[in-house]
């Protein structure tokens, strides 16, 4: 039993001799290239979601030839923003960030992204409302290379010319219903709990807002506006236009099936952003995009601005190859032209969105319909609105009373902005 | 007639009425997938049109076949090395009798209580760490998510295999002992071949379980070569970008279910042969 | 009928471990063990090298003590239970209790949005985004050059003034003309050489009148000052231009000042037991508590009992050797288990859409069916059984398959129907088998985020209730209040979790207590 035990013994040490040798050999070989080294000396990391990152990767390739650097583009496939965040606080995570640009509250109080230094040369290269966006505490945070936001999309063969007002809307919509031509009269999407991005514009036309303004033109978090009488008089309005009311608006019509709905033809109006385009041509549909109408004698129906922002940030191993690539690359037109290729935004740079204007007729009529849009709040505080607002709107479209409801979301929204 | 109603007509119907249920919406996925302009709003089973486009779409402008080939290489490496392992355990658990061997089993269970999107930021802690000492295991590199997965290896399969080693008699190991096998050749020579249908069905668990696994792989995995086929397909339909891919997304999901379908037709035979009644009898 | 099962009473192996050297040991066993135990020593010199490169001498240390610990315990012939639970504990310890742990230390903290990092973190923060551009100021064109060599030399930056075209130098001394572009001596670090010293050029910095010329990459410089200063002798910020102060509060881990605002960048500290007392006194955590507490009972207890009855009279209805098809079956019926279960959730929301779904289209009925309490309950519950009873289907027919056959010929030559044969004989051994995985099936379902989030949200709400819906569980609706404010509040999530894990470990203790019985008739 001894002698067997010491058998075990030397064979495992021979086993680990040979193969400490073998790894030795290995470790040498990776001393040489030196791999902590090497990710020091000249590597970028980039990370997006899926669809950005394959449009970025010929560019990042070239950036990095041209450079001598090598420039790493990651996916991120959900909660791109926790993530970055988590990751950066290890350490592990990217030198560039691409995003919404409502982030920039959050990544800001997490310490998470750096300002960014624009030549005026370059600020007014960009579209004045994409520069407010990712203004954020007087800091310019990133540079925008992509506006979105809603419009109206109708079908010209349904509905030939674009509504004046929200009535108008509603009164071709029932008429092509009773003419058996559409099964909807509008498709917005809300789903059992709403949507607040996409009912904004209703609720500002009828004289609702979400946050006061500060002398110095950010939001102001204390001067919250849902529940205020504005507030109940605009969900009194989704109310009428709801399940019990007009019929407009409908919890059934959700976010997977209300541009699908439009290319179906049951529909002739649809409220979405310039990423509906692709279906609705692809389904061979007539169509033109004009401004969301507001109601008749209300305001008018502003949607929230959406900017597509490259951060730098503040983690990252490599900032000053970030702040190049950020500040000075990400910012010449080409870059913007490549992404709109990818996907159809509206490029921010002025000098993009007049190279592919001529491609393209719509980008003008989204510039249109968001000529007066305002930037989607980047407050922290922000993230306390979206859900009970939108569950109140869902509660009204099915007819709850409006006063009651609004109330409540304003006691929810509050008690959670601290 | 009456008597084959009975005896075996029964059976189908359970089975058919069963089948209807599993496959209406897998039904509802593959109209899906067919329909070229592939989004959810068809109410109906009967797609609009049926086309091989989405495939052809998600083969090209995806990186899907990568993430099939991480897909079934994890799993199918992570759920075999965590079989073996929970084995193992609960051959411990069954066989042996040790001081804290109910307080074991029973934390194991407890331990998988705990919501794991919590522990993420923990387990992003330990991964850096990793990545920086040892970047073949770390973000990004099929062995780190084994590693990773290895976690759960002591868990619910545990407690299914012991469960089942406990229905073996113990005689059979009584009669090894005294014809002279060692605990190693119980467990390996007698057990396992023993217990075989349940390793069979732990292992297909573990293989679903672990290709199925999104929340781990999503910030793990951010390489687009080393991604798993979740992660990949949940990109598919991110915001906005939902409607227009839904139809790959359906044809991915469909796609994905191929390999654990064939592990489970590979499987079937040990889970259904079962244990032959003369081993009982040792 | 039974002998066979119920053995000897015997509680261990008749061969008591401690005294009985290993036996038969054949020498393929013995050269497996010695490849086994050479590659575990080897993996461990592998892993050891980084180490002590990295100068982590504690984790060289337990390295080291792991592999010792575990060569001993498979050489010497003793604790064989031991040998046989180590490998997977290994990776249960890092992969799952060092992070349980870690994250029940976090419910003692005020981790989440606003507080993530340390004290001095914040402080850079602060400071970093304070920096502005002087008003008025020049943008030049820069470039980073050195006397000595691109790896190591002390840097300058050169700048040019785009107007005058005057070309400086400047260091931490100050901006000076300079001869030439670049001057003689100096080299000019490419991109590659320039991004090796990232950090240097990033806090490289030329002092001037009003502020300093910073690096805006590596291509442009811009003059900017920082606004905003940390005093370590007050522990304070301070704003140069309004004058305005805000102190340390290290209890609550952020500048604060005199005024009560608070900058947003703040840092993680302690906060003892507040987010549990929180928990308990917290207005809309209590109210709605009972009531969903009930329903996330009834939510497990259900999808778990339901699956499992169903997968087992499927499984049942498959055990015939006269079945034709079974193959087809099983691969028809193990399916749905075989489908990504997030891309399953979202389409049966679909298809429970009052007015396209293919539910009341199949139907022709106009059910909103996530509309209302109950019938959103029933749909959530259908989904449950749906995903769920092929895993209790496979493991139902494993079992039966586990069960030895003699039992059930017995019963047949006793004169028993098939129902009353299963009962007697089949269903308690199932359940012995069994038991511990509905418990931890039970266990799964009552915290199953899933299955609520990617099919109700929680939903429906009452009009006058955001907070909390008809099929919330408890866990996602304590995550909404924890996540869904302004920004993620971990540390309180980290409480809640404390609590919801207690009392799904209550059940499960009692439930386990009651196996115990079980167990001892068959070991």
């Known amino acids: 039993?001894?002698?067997?035990?010491?058998?075990?013994?030397?064979?495992?040490?021979?086993?680990?001799?040979?193969?400490?040798?073998?790894?030795?050999?290995?470790?040498?070989?990776?001393?040489?290239?030196?791999?902590?080294?090497?990710?020091?000396?000249?590597?970028?990391?980039?990370?997006?979601?899926?669809?950005?990152?394959?449009?970025?990767?010929?560019?990042?390739?070239?950036?990095?030839?041209?450079?001598?650097?090598?420039?790493?583009?990651?996916?991120?496939?959900?909660?791109?923003?926790?993530?970055?965040?988590?990751?950066?606080?290890?350490?592990?995570?990217?030198?560039?960030?691409?995003?919404?640009?409502?982030?920039?509250?959050?990544?800001?109080?997490?310490?998470?992204?750096?300002?960014?230094?624009?030549?005026?040369?370059?600020?007014?290269?960009?579209?004045?409302?994409?520069?407010?966006?990712?203004?954020?505490?007087?800091?310019?945070?990133?540079?925008?290379?992509?506006?979105?936001?809603?419009?109206?999309?109708?079908?010209?063969?349904?509905?030939?010319?674009?509504?004046?007002?929200?009535?108008?809307?509603?009164?071709?919509?029932?008429?092509?219903?009773?003419?058996?031509?559409?099964?909807?009269?509008?498709?917005?999407?809300?789903?059992?709990?709403?949507?607040?991005?996409?009912?904004?514009?209703?609720?500002?036309?009828?004289?609702?807002?979400?946050?006061?303004?500060?002398?110095?033109?950010?939001?102001?978090?204390?001067?919250?506006?849902?529940?205020?009488?504005?507030?109940?008089?605009?969900?009194?309005?989704?109310?009428?236009?709801?399940?019990?009311?007009?019929?407009?608006?409908?919890?059934?019509?959700?976010?997977?099936?209300?541009?699908?709905?439009?290319?179906?033809?049951?529909?002739?109006?649809?409220?979405?952003?310039?990423?509906?385009?692709?279906?609705?041509?692809?389904?061979?549909?007539k169509y033109d995009i004009s401004p969301i109408p507001g109601f008749k004698g209300g305001k008018e129906a502003t949607p929230f601005l959406g900017v597509q922002t490259f951060y730098v940030a503040s983690k990252g191993k490599n900032k000053a190859l970030?702040?190049?690539?950020?500040?000075?690359?990400?910012?010449?037109?080409?870059?913007?032209?490549?992404?709109?290729?990818?996907?159809?935004?509206?490029?921010?740079?002025?000098?993009?969105?007049?190279?592919?204007?001529?491609?393209?007729?719509?980008?003008?009529?989204?510039?249109?319909?968001?000529?007066?849009?305002?930037?989607?709040?980047?407050?922290?505080?922000m993230a306390a609105i979206w859900e009970p607002f939108g569950k109140a709107e869902a509660a009204v479209i099915g007819g709850a009373e409006a006063k009651t409801t609004v109330e409540a979301a304003a006691k929810t929204i509050s008690s959670s902005i601290k | 007639m009456i008597r084959w109603m009975k005896q075996v007509g029964w059976r189908h119907l359970v089975a058919i009425l069963a089948v209807l249920f599993s496959l209406g919406p897998i039904v509802f996925v593959l109209s899906a997938a067919l329909n070229p302009l592939g989004t959810l709003s068809s109410s109906t089973l009967i797609p609009s049109g049926a086309s091989a486009d989405n495939f052809t779409r998600l083969l090209q402008d995806t990186n899907f076949p990568s993430w099939f080939l991480n897909s079934v290489a994890i799993a199918g490496l992570a759920s075999l090395i965590s079989l073996f392992l929970s084995a193992l355990a609960a051959f411990a658990f069954s066989r042996r009798r040790f001081k804290g061997r109910r307080t074991g089993l029973l934390s194991l269970l407890l331990i998988q209580m705990f919501p794991q999107f919590l522990a993420v930021v923990a387990l992003f802690l330990i991964f850096s760490k990793i990545t920086d000492l040892w970047p073949a295991i770390g973000f990004n590199t099929w062995w780190g998510m084994i590693l990773l997965y290895l976690g759960g290896a002591l868990g619910v399969n545990t407690w299914l295999m012991k469960g089942f080693f406990d229905t073996v008699p113990k005689e059979l190991d009584e009669s090894a002992t005294v014809d002279g096998a060692s605990h190693t050749g119980i467990f390996f020579r007698i057990l396992l071949p023993l217990v075989s249908p349940i390793l069979a069905v732990s292992g297909l668990l573990s293989f679903i379980g672990t290709i199925n696994e999104f929340l781990l792989a999503n910030l793990f995995l951010t390489d687009g070569g080393?991604?798993?086929?979740?992660?990949?397909?949940?990109?598919?339909?991110?915001?906005?970008e939902r409607n227009t891919n839904f139809g790959i997304f359906c044809a991915g999901t469909l796609l994905t279910a191929i390999p654990t379908v064939g592990v489970f037709m590979y499987l079937q035979r040990y889970i259904v042969e079962g244990l032959s009644a003369g081993a009982v009898k040792g | 009928m039974t002998t066979q099962l119920e053995g000897p009473a015997t509680r261990a192996l008749p061969a008591p471990e401690e005294t009985t050297p290993e036996r038969s040991t054949t020498t393929a066993g013995l050269l497996v063990k010695i490849v086994l135990l050479g590659l575990l020593v080897a993996t461990a010199v592998w892993a050891a090298f980084p180490l002590a490169s990295g100068e982590h001498w504690v984790g060289l240390g337990i390295l080291l003590a792991t592999t010792a610990g575990l060569l001993y315990l498979y050489i010497t012939p003793r604790h064989i239970p031991a040998k046989y639970l180590v490998p997977g504990t290994i990776f249960l310890i890092i992969f799952q209790i060092f992070p349980v742990l870690y994250t029940a230390s976090t419910a003692f903290t005020n981790f989440g949005d606003g507080h993530r990092g340390t004290k001095a973190e914040a402080v850079t923060a602060i400071q970093t985004a304070s920096v502005t551009r002087v008003p008025g100021s020049t943008e030049y064109q820069l470039k980073i050059v050195t006397e000595g060599d691109p790896a190591t030399g002390a840097l300058a930056f050169l700048i040019t003034d785009p107007k005058s075209g005057q070309v400086s130098i400047g260091d931490a001394d100050g901006l000076k003309p300079a001869d030439g572009n670049p001057p003689a001596g100096w080299t000019v670090l490419n991109a590659g050489q320039a991004s090796a010293r990232s950090k240097e050029i990033t806090d490289f910095a030329v002092p001037t009148a009003a502020g300093a010329i910073r690096s805006a990459g590596l291509s442009r410089a811009y003059e900017g000052k920082a606004v905003r200063a940390f005093d370590p002798a007050t522990d304070s910020i301070t704003d140069t231009t309004s004058g305005k102060v805000w102190k340390a509060d290290d209890d609550e881990g952020a500048f604060i000042a005199a005024d009560g605002e608070r900058l947003a960048q703040g840092w993680k500290v302690d906060v003892g037991f507040a987010n549990f007392t929180r928990v308990l006194t917290d207005e809309t955590i209590s109210k709605d508590f009972l009531r969903t507490l009930i329903w996330d009972f009834i939510f497990a207890i259900a999808s778990t009992g339901g699956t499992f009855v169903l997968g087992m009279f499927c499984a049942i209805a498959l055990q015939s050797n006269?079945?034709?098809?079974?193959?087809?079956?099983?691969?028809?019926?193990?399916?749905?288990?075989?489908?990504?279960?997030?891309?399953?959730?979202?389409?049966?929301?679909?298809?429970?859409?009052?007015?396209?779904?293919?539910?009341?289209?199949?139907?022709?009925?106009?059910?909103?069916?996530?509309?209302?309490?109950?019938?959103?309950?029933?749909?959530?519950?259908?989904?449950?059984?749906?995903?769920?009873?092929?895993?209790?289907?496979?493991?139902?027919?494993?079992?039966?398959?586990?069960?030895?056959?003699?039992?059930?010929?017995?019963?047949?030559?006793?004169?028993?129907?098939?129902?009353?044969?299963?009962?007697?004989?089949?269903?308690?051994?199932?359940?012995?088998?069994?038991?511990?995985?509905?418990?931890?099936?039970?266990?799964?379902?009552?915290?199953?985020?899933?299955?609520?989030?990617?099919?109700?949200?929680?939903?429906?709400?009452?009009?006058?209730?955001?907070?909390?819906?008809?099929?919330?569980?408890?866990?996602?609706?304590?995550?909404?209040?924890?996540?869904?404010?302004?920004?993620?509040?971990?540390?309180?999530?980290?409480?809640?979790?404390?609590?919801?894990?207690?009392?799904?470990?209550?059940?499960?203790?009692?439930?386990?207590?009651?196996?115990?019985?079980?167990?001892?008739?068959?070991?």
């Open chain 2, 226 to 240: 080393s991604k798993t086929l979740a992660v990949g397909l949940y990109g598919l339909v991110q915001g906005s």
């Open chain 1, 322 to 381: 970030a702040q190049e690539f950020v500040t000075n690359y990400v910012t010449t037109p080409d870059l913007a032209v490549a992404l709109y290729n990818a996907e159809p935004r509206p490029p921010a740079l002025t000098a993009a969105l007049e190279q592919v204007k001529g491609q393209d007729p719509d980008l003008a009529k989204w510039a249109d319909a968001g000529k007066n849009a305002i930037p989607l709040p980047a407050i922290p505080a």
């Open chain 1, 1 to 285: 039993m001894r002698i067997r035990t010491a058998g075990v013994i030397a064979a495992s040490m021979l086993c680990l001799a040979g193969v400490a040798a073998c790894g030795d050999k290995k470790d040498d070989k990776a001393a040489g290239s030196n791999p902590s080294a090497a990710a020091a000396s000249g590597e970028l990391v980039i990370w997006a979601d899926d669809k950005r990152s394959a449009a970025l990767k010929p560019f990042a390739d070239k950036f990095g030839q041209e450079n001598g650097v090598t420039v790493k583009i990651q996916a991120i496939s959900k909660d791109q923003q926790t993530a970055f965040l988590t990751a950066s606080q290890q350490g592990s995570g990217p030198d560039v960030m691409v995003g919404a640009h409502d982030w920039i509250g959050n990544l800001v109080q997490n310490g998470a992204i750096d300002p960014v230094q624009l030549s005026d040369a370059q600020k007014s290269g960009i579209q004045a409302g994409a520069i407010k966006a990712i203004t954020f505490n007087g800091q310019t945070y990133g540079v925008p290379y992509a506006t979105e936001n809603l419009g109206l999309i109708r079908n010209t063969e349904l509905a030939p010319t674009a509504p004046a007002t929200i009535e108008d809307l509603v009164a071709t919509g029932k008429k092509l219903k009773a003419e058996k031509k559409a099964s909807e009269i509008l498709c917005l999407q809300s789903g059992q709990n709403g949507d607040a991005y996409h009912s904004y514009p209703l609720y500002a036309s009828a004289g609702g807002y979400l946050f006061g303004t500060t002398a110095s033109g950010d939001y102001d978090a204390k001067d919250l506006g849902v529940g205020k009488p504005g507030s109940i008089a605009a969900f009194e309005k989704l109310r009428a236009l709801g399940e019990k009311g007009d019929g407009a608006l409908k919890r059934s019509i959700t976010g997977d099936n209300s541009i699908a709905t439009f290319t179906g033809k049951k529909c002739a109006f649809l409220v979405s952003g310039p990423w509906a385009t692709a279906d609705v041509k692809k389904a061979g549909i």
């Open chain 3, 322 to 523: 006269r079945m034709r098809f079974k193959g087809f079956y099983r691969v028809a019926m193990v399916l749905p288990y075989a489908m990504p279960s997030f891309a399953m959730l979202l389409v049966w929301r679909d298809m429970f859409n009052t007015d396209f779904g293919l539910i009341n289209n199949v139907l022709g009925i106009h059910v909103d069916w996530l509309g209302s309490a109950f019938s959103a309950q029933i749909a959530v519950l259908l989904v449950q059984l749906w995903l769920g009873y092929p895993y209790m289907f496979l493991v139902t027919t494993g079992a039966l398959q586990a069960i030895p056959g003699e039992l059930t010929d017995a019963t047949k030559v006793d004169g028993a129907g098939p129902f009353q044969a299963f009962r007697a004989v089949k269903l308690p051994l199932l359940l012995v088998a069994l038991s511990p995985l509905l418990i931890s099936s039970f266990a799964f379902n009552f915290n199953n985020f899933n299955a609520i989030y990617l099919t109700t949200e929680g939903g429906p709400f009452p009009a006058d209730n955001p907070s909390n819906g008809a099929t919330d569980l408890l866990i996602t609706y304590t995550y909404r209040l924890a996540f869904g404010g302004s920004g993620a509040q971990y540390g309180f999530a980290a409480a809640i979790s404390i609590f919801i894990f207690l009392i799904v470990a209550v059940v499960s203790v009692v439930s386990f207590r009651r196996t115990r019985a079980q167990e001892e008739v068959y070991s």
